[in-house]
């Protein structure tokens, strides 16, 4: 009897106690949620999912504009589908927008207000790429747990959000703060380069609405010259820094992931982009080594290896167009929209460089890559680089009036492009191989960068038109973007810049995507989702005429 009243008396406290602690059985405990989580763990998977985001809209939008080749299909419509978007929305969604949802208000709880600007940065960042490339997508309703089936706001409303999100990112920032952000990957805390950065961002907004508000822009993009806080110093580059870990986790350039192994392999590059740097100028760009890495330096005669070499340059092609090979010495890539399949030339095939992507220096060495060769994958994604900043006031000036002179800001610009280009390159461990190489053949990059730009700047004054200058400004600002497919995908469509892009192979590659396909997921899973006709639909600040403006 005794035995069994103490059974029921633990049997009662235990009860009592379960009631009173009044768990939630549909929480777990094991689980990190809002309320338990470190707030620098969630401005971590922030800043993470920033860079995934980029990396994810860059690939794309370089392809589009032969920065990087556009390979796997013959016709435009068939280059990006909705299922290959999935990963994209749902690394915006579910991803980075979640995470800044619950950073802020934490943040602001905390008084932790470089936190909370960090994450409206991103914000703004991520739905300028959603609305960049999607058009029309789901904002105000998207992130509500109870709304199945979010409708979607109209890109010029999301823009509006993205500029209140930078403005009030700024005043976080010159708010006193109760801690700074010390484990914050891009500026370790620094409020005076996130402010810039976040000035940066807007001229960015404000040029791409230039076309639909000219008034708007031009003013917006003088007030941010005035107040002089845009990216200007090479300490302030918005980029995000690779590491060289090989595993657990891999810290390395997904590029040079890629490709740096030892069977090689990877992704082909763009002749045309190759082409360009090594022969528009009547001279190889220095920075041409430093994009690729050429792991032989002889062009192949084996059709078994190059398919293309006994064909005829296609009919639709112009004389300029480089065709099969970009050119003699071994710069070994595909044309656009070439869809051919794969020989065995994995360790032939021009290679990332080390810059951006952390790869070797092409020291005409032509041998193959293999794993941790060059700079091990500590490469960079450029997000706005300061050159960038003068290209894009150069274009400013020249098609608004904006404050500045283009041609000085064109110099400008190049000059800082060589510069970050060979600074990346310099404290790599590639440094010595660079000097020991550019010794031995004469080499002095300062010489070399002056007959560059001199050569730009002889172009530019030659040139008979703004529109032949804005040419020049923008194939510049083309070359100097290599590893940001994303500005160059908005370029192309503000400028209709470069001119005179290498066409596809097939002669009717159909209408150039103007914007991509929603997801499969979304159009799935939301019944007010409307799958958009083509890619020809244009983004709400693109309003350059729809037929062949640009192919």
């Known amino acids: 009897m005794m035995i069994r009243n103490i059974k029921i008396l633990f049997l009662v406290l235990a009860v009592t106690l379960m009631g009173s602690c009044e768990l939630d059985l549909l929480d777990n405990p094991n689980a990190v949620t809002v309320n338990n989580a470190d707030i620098n763990y969630i401005l971590n998977s922030v800043e993470l999912g920033a860079r995934n985001n980029f990396g994810d809209f860059s690939g794309l939008g370089g392809a589009f504009t032969r920065m990087f080749h556009l390979g796997g299909a013959a016709i435009y419509d068939n280059s990006s589908s909705p299922a290959g978007s ?61 709304n199945f089936n979010p409708g979607v706001d109209k890109g010029a409303d999301v823009y509006a959000a993205a500029l209140a999100d930078l403005n009030k990112a700024i005043e976080n920032f ?41 008034a708007g822009a031009t003013s917006a993009i003088n007030a941010l010259i005035t107040d002089n806080k845009l990216i200007s110093t090479a300490a302030q580059n918005f980029v995000f820094k690779y590491g060289t870990n090989l595993t657990n986790p891999d810290t390395r350039h997904p590029s040079y992931a890629g490709q740096y192994s030892p069977t090689g392999g990877g992704d082909y590059q763009s002749n045309s982009y190759m082409g360009t740097l090594h022969n528009a100028k009547g001279f190889p760009d220095p920075r041409i080594r430093f994009y690729f890495y050429r792991q032989t330096i002889k062009n192949s005669t084996d059709v078994n290896e190059i398919r293309c070499i006994n064909n005829s340059k296609p009919a639709h092609y112009s004389e300029n167009d480089v065709f099969c090979y970009a050119t003699s010495v071994g710069y070994w890539g ?92 310099m404290g790599s461990s590639e440094a010595g191989k660079i000097t020991a190489f550019e010794s031995s053949k004469g080499f002095v990059w300062a010489d070399e960068v002056k007959k560059y730009v001199d050569k730009v700047l002889a172009d530019y004054d030659a040139a008979a038109s703004d529109d032949a200058r804005l040419n020049i400004i923008a194939t510049e600002y083309w070359i100097a973007l290599y590893g940001n497919g994303i500005e160059a995908y908005n370029l192309y469509r503000r400028t209709g810049k470069p001119a005179n892009q290498q066409p596809g192979l097939d002669p009717n590659v159909g209408p150039f995507p103007r914007s991509i396909y929603y997801p499969n997921s979304y159009i799935a899973r939301n019944k007010n989702a409307v799958q958009k006709s083509n890619m020809s639909v244009q983004v709400f600040w693109d309003n350059n005429p729809a037929n062949n403006f640009i192919k």
Request: net charge neutral; hydrophobic share 40%.
């Open 174 to 214: 010159n708010a006193k703060s109760k801690g700074g952000a010390t484990t914050d990957l891009f500026y370790g805390g620094s409020t005076d380069n996130w402010i810039r950065a976040a000035n940066t961002l807007k001229l960015k907004l404000n040029l791409n609405l230039r076309l639909i508000n000219k």
């Open 86 to 146: 999935d990963g994209r929305w749902n690394t915006a969604y579910a991803g980075v927008l979640a995470d800044v949802n619950a950073l802020i208000p934490l943040a602001e709880k905390g008084e932790l207000f470089v936190h909370a600007g960090i994450g409206r940065v991103v914000r703004a960042m991520v739905l300028m790429n959603l609305v960049d490339y999607f058009g029309d997508v789901p904002y105000s309703q998207a992130l509500d747990p109870s």
């Open 334 to 425: 595909r044309d656009h929209l070439s869809n051919e399949g794969i020989p065995p030339d994995g360790l032939k095939r021009t290679a990332y460089g080390v810059y951006p992507s952390g790869g070797l220096y092409d020291n005409d060495a032509g041998v193959g890559v293999s794993l941790g060769a060059g700079a091990g994958g500590a490469g960079i994604r450029p997000i706005m680089m300061r050159s960038f900043v003068d290209f894009m006031l150069a274009e400013a000036a020249l098609t608004l009036g904006t404050s500045g002179n283009p041609r000085d800001l064109l110099k400008s610009a190049i000059e800082k492009s060589m510069a970050d280009v060979r600074s990346l390159a």
